[in-house]
């Protein structure tokens, strides 16, 4: 079975710096995607980013990129020019090509301190 | 834009009662699920549908069942709430192996 690991409960980072929040995956299969989920206080989850395991290039959206390591199995998530309007749980994510459900980390919240 | 809506952001009720969690979608998605949030144990999957009275379990179905007879709509219920399912409660919705949407959440008490 997948598992999706997320090692930093809680993280801080200065307004207008960058953070890097880590992500480990386990899997068998070869193809599959990934993806973070900001998730702000009192409001609804929204996907940041998505990647997909045949793609070598890593996503970017904006100022949010991931560095996606498939054989080390790790996805991080990278916030350029922290603002505060980022600070908010995050969740990495996985789900098998063929299947809908979507395996959820633990979560990371982030802060971003003014 | 997508819209899931909850029917309640917030709820209170007392151990025994039989609690009724709505879930609208307005984008004719095939599939939408029920999620269960705790600190530090992330989304949890309590059930998932994939078409109109079509369902299966998640990783925690105990003490939940749903109910799915349109396609914009699905219900969690707890026959008999207990204080241990006190939560937040996330619905989302998505076509078939595409990226899913969610509510706003509804945080239920159970006291």
């Known amino acids: 079975a997948q598992t999706v690991t997320q090692s930093q409960p809680e993280m801080s980072v200065q307004e207008a710096e960058t953070v890097t929040l880590s992500c480990t995956y386990d899997t068998s299969e070869s193809d599959y995607y990934l993806f973070w989920y900001k998730q702000p206080p009192s409001r609804q989850m929204i996907l940041v980013i998505r990647q997909e395991a045949y793609k070598q290039q890593n996503a970017t959206e904006n100022r949010f990129s991931v560095n996606f390591q498939k054989a080390a199995k790790s996805f991080s998530l990278k916030i350029s020019d922290s603002q505060l309007g980022d600070a908010a749980m995050y969740f990495c994510?996985?789900?098998?090509?063929?299947?809908?459900?979507?395996?959820f980390g633990k979560g990371t919240r982030l802060h971003i301190l003014p | 834009d997508v819209k899931v809506t909850q029917s309640s952001r917030y709820l209170v009720k007392r151990t025994g009662e039989k609690v009724f969690l709505e879930c609208v979608q307005d984008?004719?998605?095939?599939?939408m699920f029920w999620y269960r949030q705790d600190p530090g144990l992330g989304l949890r999957l309590i059930y998932f549908?994939?078409?109109?009275?079509?369902?299966e379990k998640g990783d925690i179905p105990e003490g939940y069942s749903v109910s799915r007879e349109k396609k914009e709509r699905f219900s969690l219920i707890l026959e008999s709430a207990s204080t241990n399912q006190t939560s937040m409660y996330l619905c989302?919705?998505?076509?078939?192996?595409?990226?899913?949407?969610f509510g706003p959440g509804t945080r239920l008490t159970v006291l």
């Open positions: 989302a919705s998505s076509l078939r192996f595409n990226e899913q949407f």
């Open positions: 549908s994939y078409d109109v009275k079509m369902k």
């Open positions: 994510a996985y789900r098998s090509v063929g299947d809908d459900k979507i395996i």
């Open positions: 984008m004719d998605h095939e599939n």
